[in-house]
């Protein structure tokens, strides 16, 4: 009870809040902003490199060289400079100091005509998926349907189906509503969906071909020309554009591999580069696969192409001394000097006394939130947080609510209704309350409202949960996030998420924070006292691509990576802007969803873009919303300006086709 009248005197009306602190601040957001931005593309360009092939050094020769590369650099954006950076400049202002009226910027939503139209094509492929369930059950005929009938002479079953699929034996494990999306309207479009490479995931990748002969039930591999036997198709593959042929797999060793292990034996300072494949192939039995711009992996600083250069040697080496797998959890036999150094650095980097790796991304989130949240703890959580963080917090235990997406006032409007009420029946106070949000949200494109978020956490003393998946290393001019962009010290976040697999080159995450939270995870987290620890040439992986950003490897390669990756994104969104495309996000984000809305947009434009060479992620419901279904086009540094110009010719000529302008017109 005293609690409670406690934060009954406290309480302070919203209305007054906000219009101090905005009057207090919108006099000098406008000049601060504007300046901050200036100064950082000034810094960046100044610091801008151009893009070489030769093998990073540390020695002082290779520095001047440097230096001179920079004397004689010239901008590929100079003729839109300009215009980009005013851009971004107007939609950082935009961002951190919003209107009275608290709308940042003129919300992206859906054309009455777009709308009606996907309502109208679900309801026509859930109708047809009814009726073709409902013959397929009366006919006992069907893709779906295991009828388990035996052959009169021989009595063989039918080997496309398992016995686990007999009705008659099992009782089904899926009959519900997802089963039906899967089977009805996934099942349709799945050919764009996991596809397999055969390259690293650079710039460019070789998608491999595939065939279904079930409807797209499921999907095999071409492999090589010769498994197709129409001679005029084969013709086609051959002489197809963007078609390429990838040597397959046999457990050998080639002699180019044979040559660069024997490089790496010697310690020879330089590494011998792969030969490129041959264009032209075919005649070495080589699988059928399409050549295409990669717009949509998480190669955001580009170590993918350069990693001959910038990482294998330092990697390739660690093998000499460390396994592959530690075949342990960190808490047993599966900490190395790599893990201690890896959490080191990433503590220093950011600023925190202390930080624990894990060997998954996103298990990271989902054993880390259930560590720190228990029962009579309350959990409060962006509403367009990721998977893992949602996963996370229904396996804690902790009472969960929702905020809008990028709202301080709702936050603060929950906040302040919680502590008043307390726990639910009890109205006992809370135990701790964690507010968790993201750096950038990657089926948005937008960098989170990070000042507001601090401020209200900190007049609340509420915890605050940072998740940099993809905002660490992307952002900032030197790498360091959202909190660097947004201005915000490391301190005021109590528990800082990242993951290596995005603009690290690497695989696994981690949490940094206070040293005493950080000992608790180690000995109560499930990836660290259970899980088989980090493998030890990721760990010289991360550590490699880290010392790059942050400098320590003697070059400016760090600081050329993270400007080409500004500049690249920022362009690209400039121009799909202006194709009249409805484009979600924020400048200075390298991930920019596209609408597409209708459901047969999602396929006919996947399918188009790799006709023409282009390899994209498209997204659909259920992960986000059944009306906001979009493309995604990530953004590296690797890419050019040539590639990027390229790929928006033909994006402006797949919107013609498919009338995706939205943004102009309203039937598209």
């Known amino acids: 009870?005293?609690?409670?009248?406690?934060?009954?005197?406290?309480?302070?009306?919203?209305?007054?809040?906000?219009?101090?602190?905005?009057?207090?601040?919108?006099?000098?957001?406008?000049?601060?902003?504007?300046?901050?931005?200036?100064?950082?593309?000034?810094?960046?360009?100044?610091?801008?490199?151009?893009?070489?092939?030769?093998?990073?050094?540390?020695?002082?020769?290779?520095?001047?060289?440097?230096?001179?590369?920079?004397?004689?650099?010239?901008?590929?954006?100079?003729?839109?400079?300009?215009?980009?950076?005013?851009?971004?400049?107007?939609?950082?202002?935009?961002?951190?100091?919003?209107?009275?009226?608290?709308?940042?910027?003129?919300?992206?939503?859906?054309?009455?005509?777009?709308?009606?139209?996907?309502?109208?094509?679900?309801?026509?492929?859930?109708?047809?998926?009814?009726?073709?369930?409902?013959?397929?059950?009366?006919?006992?005929?069907?893709?779906?349907?295991?009828?388990?009938?035996?052959?009169?002479?021989?009595?063989?079953?039918?080997?496309?189906?398992?016995?686990?699929?007999?009705?008659?034996?099992?009782?089904?494990?899926?009959?519900?509503?997802?089963?039906?999306?899967?089977?009805?309207?996934?099942h349709r479009i799945q050919d764009c969906f996991n596809r397999p490479i055969a390259s690293n995931p650079g710039a460019v990748i070789d998608v491999l071909e595939r065939v279904s002969v079930d409807g797209n039930k499921t999907m095999t591999i071409l492999g090589e020309k010769d498994a197709v036997g129409n001679e005029h198709i084969q013709t086609k593959y051959v002489n197809g554009a963007h078609v390429t042929f990838c040597p397959r797999?046999?457990?050998?060793?080639?002699?180019?591999?044979?040559?660069?292990?024997?490089?790496?034996?010697?310690?020879?300072?330089?590494?011998?580069?792969?030969q490129p494949q041959d264009q032209n192939g075919g005649d070495d039995g080589g699988r059928i696969a399409r050549k295409c711009l990669n717009l949509g992996s998480y190669n955001y600083l580009g170590f993918a192409d350069d990693w001959q250069t910038s990482c294998r040697p330092a990697v390739m080496a660690s093998l000499d001394n460390y396994p592959v797998s530690c075949s342990s959890s960190r808490s047993e036999c599966g900490t190395t000097a790599l893990h201690k150094q890896v959490e080191t650095l990433i503590a220093s980097y950011l600023g925190k006394e202390d930080a624990i790796v894990y060997n998954m991304g996103f298990n990271t989130n989902a054993t880390t939130i259930p560590a720190l949240m228990h029962k009579r703890d309350l959990l409060l959580s962006d509403e367009l947080n990721h998977t893992s963080i949602v996963n996370g917090a229904r396996a804690s235990g902790a009472d969960i609510r929702t905020f809008r997406h990028n709202d301080a006032d709702h936050l603060e409007d929950i906040l302040r209704q919680a502590i008043v009420m307390g726990q639910p029946r009890t109205r006992r106070p809370w135990n701790k309350i964690v507010v968790i949000v993201e750096g950038i949200y990657s089926m948005e494109g937008e960098y989170c409202n990070l000042k507001d978020i601090v401020r209200v956490c900190k007049r609340y003393k509420a915890y605050l949960y940072l998740d940099e998946a993809h905002s660490i290393g992307a952002m900032g001019l030197t790498g360091r996030g959202c909190c660097e962009y947004t201005g915000v010290d490391t301190k005021d976040v109590h528990l800082l998420m990242g993951t290596f697999?995005?603009?690290?080159?690497?695989?696994?995450?981690?949490?940094?924070?206070?040293?005493?939270?950080?000992?608790?995870?180690?000995?109560?987290?499930?990836?660290?006292?259970?899980?088989?620890?980090?493998?030890?040439?990721?760990?010289?992986?991360?550590?490699?691509?880290?010392?790059?950003?942050?400098?320590?490897?003697?070059?400016?390669?760090?600081?050329?990576?993270?400007?080409?990756?500004?500049?690249?994104?920022?362009?690209?969104?400039?121009?799909?802007?202006?194709?009249?495309?409805?484009?979600?996000?924020?400048?200075?984000?390298?991930?920019?969803?596209?609408?597409?809305?209708?459901?047969?947009?999602?396929?006919?434009?996947?399918?188009?873009?790799?006709?023409?060479?282009?390899?994209?992620?498209v997204v659909g419901f259920p992960a986000v919303p059944i009306l906001m279904s979009r493309a995604r086009f990530c953004i590296s540094a690797g890419h050019t300006r040539e590639q990027l110009d390229c790929a928006l010719d033909q994006i402006d000529e797949i919107a013609d086709i498919l009338k995706l302008r939205y943004a102009i017109s309203t039937f598209g």
């Open 249 to 274: 797999y046999n457990g050998t060793r080639s002699k180019q591999q044979e040559q660069e292990q024997e490089v790496t034996q010697q310690q020879q300072e330089e590494v011998t580069q792969p």
């Open 501 to 617: 697999t995005k603009s690290f080159g690497g695989m696994g995450g981690y949490i940094a924070g206070d040293r005493h939270v950080i000992n608790y995870l180690r000995k109560n987290c499930a990836a660290s006292a259970f899980h088989n620890s980090l493998s030890p040439i990721v760990c010289s992986q991360v550590l490699t691509s880290l010392k790059v950003i942050m400098g320590q490897d003697g070059t400016n390669t760090g600081k050329q990576k993270l400007t080409s990756l500004r500049d690249n994104s920022n362009y690209f969104r400039m121009r799909l802007t202006d194709m009249g495309l409805h484009i979600l996000g924020n400048y200075d984000s390298p991930i920019m969803p596209m609408m597409l809305y209708n459901p047969t947009k999602i396929a006919a434009f996947s399918r188009e873009c790799l006709k023409r060479g282009l390899a994209v992620v």
């Open 1 to 186: 009870m005293t609690r409670r009248s406690t934060n009954d005197n406290e309480r302070i009306d919203k209305e007054e809040v906000m219009e101090r602190n905005h009057n207090s601040s919108r006099s000098s957001c406008d000049d601060s902003v504007s300046s901050s931005a200036s100064s950082e593309s000034s810094q960046l360009l100044q610091k801008h490199l151009s893009k070489t092939d030769s093998t990073c050094s540390s020695s002082s020769g290779e520095q001047s060289s440097h230096q001179d590369n920079e004397e004689e650099y010239e901008d590929p954006y100079s003729d839109v400079r300009e215009r980009m950076e005013e851009l971004s400049r107007q939609d950082k202002v935009l961002h951190c100091c919003p209107p009275v009226d608290g709308r940042a910027s003129e919300e992206v939503s859906i054309p009455f005509f777009a709308a009606i139209t996907t309502y109208l094509g679900y309801a026509v492929l859930i109708t047809v998926g009814h009726i073709r369930d409902i013959c397929a059950s009366l006919f006992r005929n069907g893709r779906y349907l295991a009828t388990h009938k035996k052959k009169k002479k021989t009595g063989e079953s039918d080997p496309m189906h398992s016995n686990s699929n007999n009705p008659e034996k099992y009782a089904p494990l899926l009959k519900s509503w997802e089963n039906f999306y899967t089977r009805r309207l996934y």
